[in-house]
Each structure stands twice: as structure tokens, then as C-alpha cells.
């Protein structure tokens, strides 16, 4: 079965589009780290029959929960990918973000060399508009290096850079076929040994559907959350780094709650909404219906049961062992404990 994992912070009914859509996209069974108590999400996902819920809160980090969202994040999912790695219900496994959906063609991973250890699901980014009627369904396709210099000469984006173009990351999302010696990260799968990246194939049929900050209320909810989280992801470039010190200005500024949010609105419309005009003038726009997906979980039931075994048995290990690159070797050791007389 394919299998994805998420450390998710969010509220009910967007936690329940997140599964819902995944299941239909192309994943199996879903493995989701709650960063928090969330009472209301935590009855929705235990009465789902294709999720795990694991409460990735208080005692799962032994007394040394990270700071970081990233670090607790590559933590979770660097121990689920080993942890599952040797046995044959976990075929393949992928990370997401809440705000991500899969668009799996599995006759596309079927097709693959058995050698083949990793693919790579680029993403496909919601239009951004402030006060949208619903959820998006036109999506921004990858653009080449030309269309990139035509976008800049029009005005649309300020760089011929895919960093311009996407207000989120462009380089997708991993898959991994689980084996010993290989681990998931947020957005690379790595070999253990060494903390290299391994290279991921990609093909038209894995893709990602990115709602990145696709209105206004969702740029500020995103924005504060990762402010408040203290994210080394704000610092990942320098474009996310200055909206990142530009949010906070804003909110230290201790402005009248309707002034604040005005100036929010105000950079949101100055630094992330796209000319969806223009864009779809040129044929770079996309429509997908993220609920139209045909994808049946087609779940190993006995697999299920072990790997909710195995995270049951991972509650009081020491996570931070499993970031992909730490090289430690007590991860290994733990895998192995976890996997004794499963």
C-alpha cells in the first residue's frame, strides 16, 4: 500500500479536506503527527478507517521536542519511513503538509525498475486571489526558463526565477520505496549513511496540488502560525525571510485589530496574488478538481495493524535520532527494537 505521513496544526474541517482529498488522489493509508492537542481533529481522524493519528505532542518527544516546526517534522516522518522499512505491505511512502495534496498514478510507480528507490511529486500551485468563492481549482503548471523571462518582462513576477513564480517551494515533495537504509525528510529523500539526497524520478503522473497562501485569510492564519512556531522554514530564502520580518513587523507594531488586519490584506495583495489574467492568457493555468479523484485506499489490513503497532511502540523513543542526516546510530537500534517479534 502507499502510504503518506503529515505533522499537521489545524482546524477540523480542513484536516478532514486534507484526508478526503489524499485518499482520493492516490494515497492508501495516511499516518498524521498532531503537533497539538486538537480535541475536534482527533475524533475526526480515529473514526477515519485509512488514518493513523499519532499524538506527536508532550511525552511522544521524551523530554526533547525541537523548537523547530522543520525539525519536529523531519523527526516525525525520517522514524515512520524507517521504522516501516523491510516489509512488503509498505510499498511506498511520501510526506505532505496540510495544505498538499497527491495526485498519485499508480500504474506510473508500477512501471518503474524495481531498482528505482525514489520519485518526486512536483507541485502544482493554487491560483491566489483575496476573497475567492470557494476552494481553488486552477492550479499554476510549471513554467520553463522562457516563459519564466516572458512572465518577468510582463510584469508578473519581478525575477525569471521559479522562486518568483512560486510563493511556495518548487521542488516538490518525496516518495521513497521504504528499505533499510534510507529515510524521508520534508522535501528529499536521504541515505542514512551518508545524509546525501537521493535523485527522484518524475513523471507527468506524480504531481502535488500546493494551496500555499491561496487567499488572503489563509496568508494570514499561515503567516502567524509560522511566526508563532519559530520555523527555520521562514528562513529558507530570502524572499520568505523578508515576508517572514515584514508579518512581525506589522504584528509588533500593536496596531487596532482592523488596522492590522488591513495591512496584512494590503501585503498580501502587494507580494502574493497572482495575475491569474495573465496567466491564463498564456495557457500556464491548470483546473483540477481535487474531490474528482478516483483513487479506492486499497489497505492491508494485517499492515495497518503493524504499523499502528510500531507507532504505539514508538511513543517514549527519542526522536531526534531519526532527522534524516543525524547519522546516529541509535535510530537504527530503535528501528530494530521496534521491528523485534512484529
Known sequence: MIIAAATIKDSRENVEKFVRRNLRGGIDHLVVFLDAPLPEVEELLDAAPHVTAVRAHGEW???????????RQVCNHGLVSRAVAGFAWAEWMFVLDGD???????????????????????PLEAVSRMD????????????????????????????????????????????????????????????????????????????????????????VRKWRALIGSGSDNIRQSRRRSAMARSVGTILDLGRPEAVTA????????????????TLSRLGMLVD???????????????????????????????????????????????????????
Not at 61 to 71: I, K, M, S, T, V
Open 61 to 71: 518527544w521524551a523530554g526533547e521536542r525541537p523548537d523547530d516546526l522543520n525539525e
Open 100 to 122: 498538499e495534496v497527491a495526485q498519485i498514478d499508480r500504474s506510473v510507480l508500477d512501471r518503474l525498475a524495481p531498482a528505482t528507490r525514489a520519485v518526486q511529486l512536483l
Open 132 to 219: 475567492p468563492s470557494g476552494d481553488p481549482t486552477q492550479f499554476k503548471r510549471r513554467p520553463t526558463g522562457d516563459e519564466l523571462e516572458l512572465l518577468r518582462l510582463l510584469g508578473v513576477i519581478p525575477e525569471a526565477r521559479m522562486r518568483a513564480y512560486f510563493r511556495g517551494h518548487a521542488s516538490g515533495k518525496p516518495g521513497l520505496r521504504p528499505a533499510p537504509g534510507y529515510a524521508l525528510g520534508v522535501h528529499h529523500a536521504v541515505e542514512t549513511a551518508t545524509g546525501d539526497r537521493l535523485e527522484g524520478v518524475t513523471d507527468p503522473g506524480l504531481t502535488l496540488l500546493h494551496y500555499e497562501s491561496h487567499n488572503g485569510q489563509e496568508f
Open 262 to 277: 488591513a495591512l496584512l490584506e494590503d501585503l498580501y495583495r502587494r507580494c502574493a496574488l497572482d495575475d491569474g489574467e
Open 288 to 342: 483540477v478538481d481535487p474531490d474528482a479523484g478516483q483513487h479506492r485506499p486499497a489497505t492491508d489490513p494485517d499492515g495497518v495493524r503493524r504499523l499502528e503497532t510500531l507507532l504505539d511502540r514508538a511513543h517514549d523513543v527519542p526522536k531526534m535520532p531519526f532527522r534524516p542526516r543525524a547519522q546516529d546510530r541509535r535510530a537504527d537500534k530503535a528501528v530494530a527494537r521496534l521491528q523485534r517479534r512484529l
